[in-house]
């Protein structure tokens, strides 16, 4: 098939769609008219205050590969392992960043940096599992990844929206609900320019909700004995896809309703969409949504990749904070920024850096994190930490305080073995004053 | 005179049959199998084991259409299946479909997705048409394992030509990366933890990572420019001109070096090839054919080759592997069946790694043929019952076709646009080499078999599709149900199915809107995307 007829499918689908929610809104609104109720924009920022006055949320912006510390938030100028980077001042005076990164800068009065964080792992696989879950691998327990966890433990059940979203695609070993049950999956997005697809439903509402009926008798036999699990997912998951495409939130995928210069402000690119529909997601009872950036792995010409690869993060990143702020979302919404490792203080003779779980970055802004600080410091040659080590634990047990989830909490995983949130660690207290 | 004839055949087929048995040797599918159950029996089960009941013959069918041919069976052949009498049908089918050219398009699929699954970039993906093709080709040939894995080590040319390239072009020709792949799919072991540090629960060191990536130093990918299209190779060489040796992971260098931890910019250290379950060496400035070669006659031969493969397909068979996860296994990890295991993997070893043999024997088993049931919690017993697997994407996808009756139609794909069955798997597919207990039903799943015109136009009473067409066939309401259940489910209604059919049918006022529903029902329940 050509791409001009793809093409042509597509907008034709998407129309489809359109159509089709759109004689479904009017239906309703016809309904809330007559009982004396307000339009539906309205209802959506009511409910959407309702949410924000009970609940906080977190997005996490993952930067998979291994973010480069050096040319990002943790610039080494005049030691020759800080390579070419040169670091640049930001909006608090003493405070410097990577010049990689001029709009993040500009909103450091919100951002607290850890350049101390550290951890043994040097793995991509076992690395983004352990940074999603705040745990290794257990065999025998399929722990809960850590937007599971916050969704479980602080989303909004009546929400028509999935509680954990990811935007970009699928990513290996970073988990699901594990023994929370599928319904704490995270609802993949490839990207965020193209609202999730097929959610017209294939008839009208109230034939659509006989097949439900229907389908959901038929799974009984298979059910009964070897299906069990399977069938017991499955209409946890149709009940849940159910409900969300024939809900009125999913107008949060749409980009379109954003205003040109909303969506200019966060740039260009699948991150900056990304962020803006994660903003989107948020406002809507959403509680949380991580928005992927691929490519840090940079073993070979790391000065040239690192600069593509902020030249997308950074402008989407200072954006989303600054609006979140204006909104008022700020306060409840915690934004972290990480990737699975930091890279080597040596350059390879590739100008590359390889994989260094000793010391990193994190960057965490919002959810009531004192911004305008660094927290911990390495040496001069970025080789080791001289103050104030942050383990994997303690950066999670500082997300679940932060977000108001206590977490010694034990979770009864499906071998009935209790495992807490978090294992240990400490919350980093700085973060708080 | 019959008599004698007889006799002539007799001794002619004697002679003849010895000759053949010597130089084939297979060993007897049935009394393995016999023999693997046992070993379960005594070794696995307690003496007051629950064993689930063998399953019944449409059960049987679908799963192993599927898991075969990985496809599902018509109507028709349900039907004849169930009444044929014979003792040794389920045998007889089984051959039957190794013997389909459908076997080899099947596993050759399963391959792709295990090895482009784990591929460091998306540009490898040009070289899985070529794969497929390939393998599938090998597979109907009936070539041994040892065979297909010594010309996917071996490997050079253009990617597009020579599907063996897959491994290494999925990892970019990188040494330690394709290192990792070939240790991983043919062995079963994950060396590469060992890469950055000694491992911390295995044996294996540093530097027997590095010993084993010292075998593809001079391996590289590169791209290939015509006038016409643009491809890639696996190229190699040893005559390195200028004596300092590149330092690169893509370009092939005359050995390879360890990096130092302590110092990456360093050179790190000279490595000579060991194979680390051996220890054999080569010596420093073999040449790349010698290399791969040697190494890939190493591997061949080893024991854990062996394992690495059966455990692998027993557990998409059976459910679940004697060993899990399947690609991490090794003499530091602990089988659920030691003996079972050792007696399948050197079974396999002596029919000259025939992968139908191997297929066959499995399916033989009865711990193979057990009614399934749920996925087991760690402290049940395993090999108790067979599992519910989640289709893969191309099974689902031909399972799809197959009960709607479409005829797939040939496009023409690239990575970019990977027509349909690639659509397809952009919402379905899954590493199969993952534990499946991971694997679970995801919400754009969902909505693409609720809702994507793909299929609902397909399951619309118009007249071109199946359903318009069985309306008109068949006036009979309840035999029309039986139709769509043995189309898509592989088995008859029960009576209660029955019953919430006919209730359905008669609630709603047209007949056809009402087995729109339950076809759109019955493609979308949990049963027609696993097979049972």
Redesign the interface.
């Given at each position: 098939?050509n791409?001009s007829l793809?093409h042509h499918i597509s907008v034709a689908?998407r129309q489809?769609r359109v159509v089709g929610r759109r004689d479904f809104l009017r239906q309703l609104s016809a309904a809330s008219l007559a009982a004396g109720a307000f339009s539906w924009t309205d209802a959506i920022s009511a409910s959407a205050d309702e949410l924000r006055s009970r609940g906080m949320a977190c997005i996490l912006l993952w930067m998979q590969g291994g973010p480069s510390q050096f040319e990002t938030f943790s610039p080494k100028p005049d030691h020759a392992n800080g390579g070419e980077t040169k670091a640049i001042a930001t909006s608090v005076p003493g405070i410097h960043i990577a010049e990689n990164l001029p709009r993040c800068a500009q909103v450091m009065d919100d951002l607290a940096i850890i350049r101390s964080m550290t951890s043994n792992e040097?793995?991509h696989q076992r690395a983004t599992y352990l940074l999603h879950h705040g745990y290794l691998p257990l065999t025998?327990v399929?722990l809960p990844t850590l937007g599971s966890n916050i969704s479980h433990q602080i989303g909004d059940a009546a929400n028509q929206l999935?509680g954990h979203v990811r935007i970009g695609d699928r990513l290996?070993n970073s988990g699901?609900g594990g023994f929370l049950g599928?319904e704490y999956?995270p609802?993949?997005l490839?990207n965020a320019n193209r609202p999730?697809?097929?959610?017209?439903?294939?008839t009208s509402r109230e034939?659509y909700q006989?097949?439900l009926g229907?389908?959901d008798?038929?799974?009984?036999?298979?059910?009964s004995?070897?299906?069990?699990?399977?069938?017991a997912?499955?209409r946890k998951?149709?009940d849940?896809?159910?409900k969300?495409?024939l809900s009125p939130s999913m107008d949060a995928f749409e980009l379109e309703n954003e205003s040109s210069e909303m969506r200019a402000s966060y740039g260009e690119g699948d991150f900056a969409t990304g962020c803006l529909m994660a903003r989107r997601l948020i406002e809507r009872g959403v509680t949380f949504v991580e928005v992927v950036s691929r490519g840090w792995d940079t073993?070979?010409d790391n000065f040239n990749r690192t600069r593509e690869l902020t030249a997308q993060v950074d402008q989407p990143m200072a954006t989303l904070i600054a609006d979140l702020k204006s909104r008022g979302m700020l306060d409840k919404t915690l934004v972290i920024w990480m990737g699975e490792f930091g890279r080597?203080p040596?350059?390879?003779?590739?100008s590359g850096r390889?994989?260094y779980p000793k010391a990193f970055n994190v960057v965490l802004a919002g959810g009531g994190v004192q911004g305008g600080q660094v927290i911990g410091q390495t040496n001069a040659d970025g080789t080791a930490i001289e103050d104030r080590p942050v383990a994997v634990n303690d950066l999670f047990q500082s997300i679940y305080h932060t977000l108001k989830i206590d977490a010694d909490q034990e979770n009864i995983s499906?071998?009935g073995r209790p495992i807490k949130l978090v294992d240990g660690g400490n919350v980093v207290e700085e973060l708080f004053s | 005179m019959v008599a004698k004839v007889v006799s002539c055949v007799g001794i002619v087929s004697l002679v003849f049959g010895l000759a053949v048995n010597l130089a084939v040797a297979k060993p007897d599918v049935e009394s393995v199998a016999n023999n693997l159950d046992m070993a379960l029996a005594e070794q696995v089960f307690s003496a007051s084991e629950q064993l689930a009941p063998s399953c019944d013959d449409a059960t049987y069918l679908r799963r192993v259409w599927l898991d075969l041919v990985g496809d599902i069976p018509t109507p028709e052949e349900v039907i004849a299946f169930s009444l044929d009498p014979s003792a040794d049908k389920r045998r007889r089918v089984v051959r039957q479909l190794l013997e389909s050219p459908h076997y080899g398009q099947n596993w050759a699929r399963y391959w792709r997705d295990v090895i482009f699954f784990r591929a460091l970039d998306e540009r490898a993906l040009i070289a899985a048409g070529a794969m497929e093709a390939d393998i599938t080709k090998r597979l109907n040939d009936g070539d041994g394992w040892d065979e297909i894995a010594v010309e996917f080590m071996t490997a050079r040319g253009d990617v597009k030509q020579n599907g063996s390239t897959a491994i290494v072009m999925a990892q970019g020709g990188r040494t330690e990366e394709t290192t990792s792949e070939m240790s991983r799919i043919f062995l079963g072991i994950q060396i590469?933890?060992a890469?950055?540090?000694d491992h911390p629960y295995d044996r294996w060191k540093r530097k027997q990572f590095h010993e084993l990536a010292a075998f593809f130093p001079r391996v590289g990918v590169r791209t290939v420019r015509a006038m016409t299209k643009r491809s890639y190779e696996v190229y190699t060489i040893d005559r390195f001109r200028d004596r300092k040796p590149k330092?690169?992971?893509t370009r092939p260098t005359a050995e390879h070096f360890m990096?130092n931890l302590n110092?990456?910019?360093a050179k790190g250290t000279q490595i000579q090839p060991k194979f680390f379950l051996t220890r054999a060496t080569m010596p420093l400035g073999t040449s790349d054919a010698d290399r791969r070669e040697q190494l890939a006659q190493w591997f061949t031969e080893n024991e854990w080759f062996a394992i690495a493969l059966v455990n692998r397909m027993w557990s998409e068979l059976v459910g679940e592997g004697f060993y899990e996860p399947i690609d991490d296994i090794g003499p530091d990890r602990e089988a659920s069946a030691p003996k079972a295991v050792k007696l399948l993997a050197t079974k396999f070893r002596k029919s000259n790694y025939d992968l139908r043999w191997l297929l066959e024997t499995i399916c033989a088993t009865e711990a193979y043929q057990r009614?399934?049931?749920?996925?087991r919690?760690?402290?049940g017993t395993p090999f108790v019952a067979n599992v519910?697997q989640?289709l893969r994407s191309d099974q689902l996808f031909n399972a799809l076709y197959s009960a709607l009756d479409i005829r797939e139609t040939p496009?023409k794909t690239t990575p970019r646009?990977p027509?349909r069955r690639g659509q397809f798997a952009?919402a379905f597919g899954y590493?199969p080499s993952l534990p499946r207990?991971?694997i679970?039903?995801?919400?754009?799943q969902?909505?693409?078999l609720?809702?994507?015109?793909q299929v609902?136009d397909q399951?619309t009473g118009g007249r071109k599709g199946i359903l318009g067409r069985l309306l008109h066939e068949i006036r009979d309401d309840e035999q029309l149900v039986v139709e769509f259940y043995l189309r898509c489910l592989s088995r008859q209604p029960?009576q209660?199915?029955m019953d919430?059919?006919l209730a359905?049918i008669d609630e709603?006022p047209k007949r056809r809107?009402a087995f729109e529903?339950?076809l759109?029902?019955?493609v979308?329940?949990?049963?027609f995307?696993?097979r049972?």
């Open positions: 098939m791409p793809q689908v489809k040097g793995n025998g399929k999935p290996p699901g599928v999956d609802l993949v490839q999730p697809q097929n959610t017209t439903p294939s034939r006989r097949r229907l389908l008798s038929i799974q009984s036999n298979f059910a004995a070897a299906g069990a699990q399977v069938v997912n499955q998951l149709v849940r896809a159910a969300m495409i073993h070979q080597t040596q350059v390879n003779p590739r390889g994989h499906r071998v | 590469q933890c890469q950055c540090h330092n690169t992971e990096p110092d990456p910019s009614e399934s049931r749920p996925r919690s760690s402290e519910p989640r496009e646009r027509g952009k590493d207990e991971g679970s039903v995801s919400i754009p969902v909505l693409t609720m809702n994507s015109p609902n399951l029960e209660e199915e919430i059919a359905y709603t809107p529903d339950l759109w029902s019955l979308n329940s949990a049963e995307q696993h049972r």
